[in-house]
T-cell receptor
Framework: DAGVTQSPTHLIKTRGQQVTLRCSPK?????VSWYQQALGQGPQFIFQ???????QRGNFPDRFSGHQFPNYSSELNVNALLLGDSALYLC????????????FGPGTRLTVL | GNSVTQMEGPVTLSEEAFLTINCTYT??????LFWYVQYPGEGLQLLLK?????DKGSNKGFEATYRKETTSFHLEKGSVQVSDSAVYFC???????????FGTGTRLKVLA
């Protein structure tokens, strides 16, 4: 049973560029949430997708956008990258749009130079 | 708003010592409470959870009790091992918001 997978593992970009991160949820899960974890901090909620729609959003600017596909996989897009966007981006999946228990992927480490 | 406060680390213990990591929360409604563990270079793994007052979550020798009267969910283990060295995150989830609120994490280092 595959758990939550994310790609790529690491990514280096420069300021102003755009980036796309990908996530495949755990088998049987249909809900995907994205989190940003800065170094030495706890994860911060970005948004959640269920039934291919953004259902809840944290305090992140519109530069952060996402998408969920019919197979429940998801993408996180960040435009106009800033140095402060450097972080570990975590994807978490759950079932039924409730998300009481979420399973996390290993994350994508994004470095913005 | 909802929030989670954890004791600051790092916490350094000798092997077989008793561990307590404090966690308190502020929330409207009745949140579910969680402890996650993050090993170096890895994502978060669910350690244990409790969904209502007085519930005790337990896993791998760790346990935590949901105390509504003190709004706390302290993590304990009777005898830590070197392999328990990691960062531990306390978190809450409320069904009205569909999202987790995490604490800042507590780094645990266990020495042989």
């Amino acid at each position: 049973d595959a758990g939550v997978t994310q790609s790529p593992t690491h990514l280096i970009k420069t300021r102003g560029q755009q980036v796309t991160l990908r996530c495949s949820p755990k088998s049987g899960h249909d809900t995907v949430s994205w989190y940003q974890q800065a170094l030495g901090q706890g994860p911060q909620f970005i948004f959640q997708y269920y039934e291919e729609e953004e259902r809840q959003r944290g305090n992140f600017p519109d530069r952060f956008s996402g998408h969920q596909f019919p197979n429940y996989s998801s993408e996180l897009n960040v435009n106009a990258l800033l140095l402060g966007d450097s972080a570990l981006y975590l994807c978490a999946s759950s079932f039924g749009g409730i998300g009481d228990t979420q399973y996390f992927g290993p994350g994508t480490r994004l470095t913005v130079l | 708003g909802n929030s989670v406060t954890q004791m600051e680390g790092p916490v350094t213990l000798s092997e077989e010592a008793f561990l307590t990591i404090n966690c308190t929360y502020t929330a409207t409604g009745y949140p579910s409470l969680f402890w996650y563990v993050q090993y170096p270079g890895e994502g978060l793994q669910l350690l244990l959870k409790a969904t209502k007052a007085d519930d005790k979550g337990s896993n791998k020798g760790f346990e935590a009790t949901y105390r509504k009267e003190t709004t706390s969910f302290h993590l304990e283990k009777g005898s830590v091992q070197v392999s328990d060295s990691a960062v531990y995150f306390c978190a809450l989830f409320t069904s009205g918001t569909y999202k987790y609120i995490f604490g800042t994490g507590t780094r645990l280092k266990v020495l042989a």
